[in-house]
């Protein structure tokens, strides 16, 4: 079984940011966990992440993402204390993989849109050329300051010059070194020691390593943007519109209309099921799951939600929510922090509705707060009504019984229990519990006095 060496010690001082490179996020992961993503596929036997620059802040970062993520291997950290150049932050590994014998897959925590199937092909043939380095290698429309690869016929490889030390005739070759290789580790081992810093940076270069073995080949990568490094912010946003791009065909060619694909942004954790319709403007992050036939947008965001079949979300903001069939959300809705709508329910313009569960075929159709709060079944929420779950210092429950309706403005003071079918009326403020099957009226009565007249005419002041 393979080993992988993830470097990731560099600053990244184009990314102009006192964050890590490697930690700047692209979509919902950060660069250095899309690589360690990419890897989980060919069952590494171990993982090194070569960190430097701010190590604890990367060390923190990936120790926490392996933890949530279940990847399926651990991550050993190797500090490299002075950045020497990629060469110098292999050699780390020479105490670490003493009397190993496979192979050392190296990938650079910067090149995050590689595909898991690139690294196992990379994999395949290393080892049916036997091999002692194999080389990704892509042919690129523009390859400025990329390492120029040179090869012979059949992909045997020649030699490797990076930009900065390549004539300008050699400039001119279009097949660049994606810094992704695989080493027959004993015999990188040997070469690692020899490596000098005989370059125009001054760096020991990993790459000078493949010029020293053989027998080495090249292997061009189908899809050259997957090997598209990120030095910078703009390469970082380039990033960002392919995998976008990704995304929006996996879930066209899997049944769903996008209906303006570019206006709309979809990480890539997203699943989406068949028939359903995203209007513009629609965002869909993190761990979120939507159903078949439902109508999302124009102008939603969804987070870390579920949604099932049939529902309906438009103008509105449902985070951390769980939304049952054919219920209808929108417009300019707000569910967040565990809204747990049942099914065939109603949650209308204006109405926002927090840690709360919400029964089958409940409404709440306008206006209205709904916080710490359980609601049954069919249970209608009138225009204005609001939980007041909160005394200055803790929040409270408040509980609504199956059929009961509340009239337009009522103010329910919690913690309170509503029983099953009570109609609230109008205008009430609510401070005590309410017993099933009654009317609860809690306002001041109205008092009508018929010929009432001002007592004179105001005059003007001056
Ligand atoms: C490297 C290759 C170049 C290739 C390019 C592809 C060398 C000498 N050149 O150049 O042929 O075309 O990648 O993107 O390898 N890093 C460390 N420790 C160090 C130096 C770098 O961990 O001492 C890490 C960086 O954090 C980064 C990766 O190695 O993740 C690559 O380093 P970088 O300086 O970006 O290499 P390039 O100049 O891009
Ligand atoms: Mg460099």
């Known amino acids: 079984m393979v080993a992988v060496a993830i470097l990731a010690a560099g600053r990244g001082t184009r990314m102009k940011s006192s964050l890590p490179k490697v930690l700047h996020p692209l979509g919902a992961k950060s660069l250095v966990e899309r690589v360690l993503d990419s890897v989980a596929e060919i069952q590494p036997r171990r993982v090194f992440v070569i960190v430097g620059y701010e190590a604890d802040r990367v060390r923190e970062a990936l120790t926490a993402y392996a933890a949530q993520e279940n990847l399926g291997y651990s991550i050993e950290f190797v500090e490299q204390t002075e950045q020497l150049g990629t060469g110098h932050a292999v050699q780390q590994l020479l105490p670490q993989l003493q009397g190993f014998d496979e192979e050392l897959l190296v990938l650079n925590g910067d090149v995050p849109l590689l595909r898991p199937s690139t690294i196992g092909q990379l994999l395949d043939t290393h080892r049916s050329r036997g091999n002692s380095a194999t080389i990704l290698t892509a042919q690129l429309p523009d390859p400025t300051g990329y390492g120029r690869v040179f090869c012979g016929d059949h992909d045997q490889?020649?030699?490797?010059?990076?930009?900065?030390?390549?004539?300008?005739?050699?400039r001119q070759n279009a097949r660049i070194n994606a810094g992704i290789y695989c080493f027959d580790w004993p015999k990188l081992e040997q070469v690692l020691p020899t490596l000098t810093t005989?370059?125009?940076?001054?760096?020991?270069?990993?790459?000078?390593?493949?010029?020293?073995?053989?027998?080495?080949?090249?292997?061009?990568?189908?899809?050259?943007q997957e090997i598209f490094g990120i030095n910078d912010r703009v390469q970082l946003a380039n990033a960002y519109g392919i995998l976008q791009t990704r995304k929006r065909e996996e879930l066209m060619r899997a049944g769903v209309?996008?209906?303006?694909?570019?206006?709309?942004?979809?990480d890539d954790g997203v699943?989406?099921?068949?028939?359903?319709?995203?209007?513009?403007?629609?965002?869909?992050?993190?761990n979120t799951t939507i159903g078949e036939n439902c109508r999302l947008g124009p102008g939603s965001l969804i987070e870390n939600s579920t949604i099932g079949d049939g529902v309906t979300v438009m103008y509105s903001v449902v985070s951390d929510s769980t939304?049952?069939?054919?219920?209808?959300?929108?417009?300019?809705?707000?569910?967040?922090?565990?809204a747990d709508i049942g099914a065939g329910c109603r949650i209308g313009n204006f109405v926002e509705v927090k840690q709360s569960t919400i029964g089958d075929r409940t409404n709440?159709?306008?206006?209205?707060?709904?916080?710490?709060?359980?609601?049954?079944?069919?249970?209608?929420?009138?225009?204005?009504?609001?939980?007041a779950n909160y005394d200055g210092v803790h929040k409270h429950p408040t509980m609504i019984g199956a059929g009961s309706k509340t009239g337009a403005n009522s103010v329910l003071v919690a913690p309170i229990t509503i029983g099953e079918n009570v109609t609230i009326a109008a205008g009430s403020?609510?401070?005590k519990d309410v017993e099933a099957d009654s009317l609860a009226i809690g306002r001041a009565r109205q008092v009508s006095r018929k010929g009432w007249k001002l007592k004179s005419a105001p005059t003007t002041s001056d």
């Open 157 to 170: 490889f020649e030699s490797i010059i990076e930009h900065r030390d390549c004539t300008p005739e050699q």
């Open 198 to 224: 005989n370059n125009d940076q001054a760096e020991y270069y990993i790459t000078d390593a493949v010029n020293y073995l053989s027998p080495v080949t090249a292997m061009d990568v189908a899809d050259y």
């Open 257 to 266: 209309l996008l209906i303006d694909p570019a206006s709309v942004t979809i």
């Open 271 to 286: 699943t989406v099921g068949e028939e359903t319709v995203i209007e513009p403007q629609t965002h869909l992050r993190g």
């Open 323 to 338: 939304i049952a069939k054919d219920s209808r959300v929108g417009p300019f809705a707000h569910l967040r922090g565990h």
């Open 364 to 387: 709440a159709a306008h206006l209205a707060y709904l916080g710490n709060a359980t609601l049954a079944e069919r249970v209608n929420i009138g225009a204005g009504t609001i939980t």
């Open 429 to 431: 403020t609510i401070t």
